[in-house]
């Protein structure tokens, strides 16, 4: 509630009290920083805590933020203090981020599970379908192995152009995402165009590797069923 050039008095948990001037108001866009954090000139602050010439924190910003925990472990040997990378001090919020990525995989592996099972009803349709013509492949000298193999690859052709057809769609729907504009609040320091992307060829090749694999297993099944019902079906005749 206090507005620029308002005095207050501060007491410190010793008892000390000092009379203080409000001389800027910050906002950083966490709400927790902005409720509870306030900063005042070093000098006052030691008196307050009555530790005079002495301070109990140092904050240290670095051009690459990944070298934090190398950094932190080499003041650490070089002054025996303790050095915290940032990493380790917001270790419980990525520890949040593992779970959430374990239940988006979760997520995208039923998606791809269900597509498997898409797969699976087309192609035991194909094969119910096709018994008849099966039969004549069979009779003209066709082997087991043969008639998998048929029905094998027409699973794996309609995997590719799925994979193909995702690739795309992901890759037009990632960048229509990262340009929509995002009315942010202006006290927010971050200033982003759009969503915040993450393109890897490597997420890419994951999903194309489960959705092949989903549908050469959802193939196979069916077409191994169709062969072997008509194997019987012969053995069955001649018998």
């Known amino acids: 509630g206090l ?24 906002h950083c866009g966490v709400p927790q920083v902005d409720s509870g954090t306030s900063y005042a000139n070093i000098k006052k602050v030691q008196v307050l805590q009555n530790k ?9 910003r670095l051009e690459d ?3 934090a925990p190398a950094v932190a472990t080499s003041l650490e040997r070089k002054f ?16 949040l981020f593992v779970v959430q990525n374990g239940i988006m995989y979760t997520t995208v592996s039923v998606i791809l599970l269900v597509a498997g099972f898409g ?15 099966i039969a004549i492949l069979k009779s003209m000298g066709f082997s087991e192995s043969d008639v998998v ?6 699973g794996v052709v309609i995997g590719i152009i799925g994979v193909l057809a995702g690739w795309a769609c992901g890759a037009a729907l990632v960048e229509v995402l990262a340009s929509v504009r995002l009315s942010l609040n202006k006290d927010v320091p971050v200033r982003m165009d ?34 072997r019902r008509h194997h019987s079906v012969q053995l069955a005749h001649r018998g």
């Open 194 to 227: 759009g969503f915040p992307m993450f393109r890897s060829i490597w997420l890419y090749a994951a999903g194309g590797i489960m959705g092949l694999l989903s549908a050469a297993f959802a193939a196979w099944i069916p077409a191994r069923r169709a062969a």
């Open 52 to 60: 005079v010439d002495k301070i109990n924190q140092i904050n240290i």
């Open 119 to 133: 797969i699976y009803n087309i192609i035991s349709s194909s094969v119910m379908e096709k018994y008849r013509d």
């Open 149 to 154: 193999g048929i029905f094998f690859f027409q």
């Open 3 to 26: 507005d620029m050039g308002a005095r207050l008095n501060v007491v410190s948990p010793g008892g000390v009290i000092m009379r203080m001037k409000v001389a800027g108001i910050f």
């Open 80 to 95: 025996r203090y303790k050095a915290e990378s940032w990493q380790e001090a917001f270790q419980n919020i990525f520890e």
């Open 65 to 67: 933020v990944d070298s």
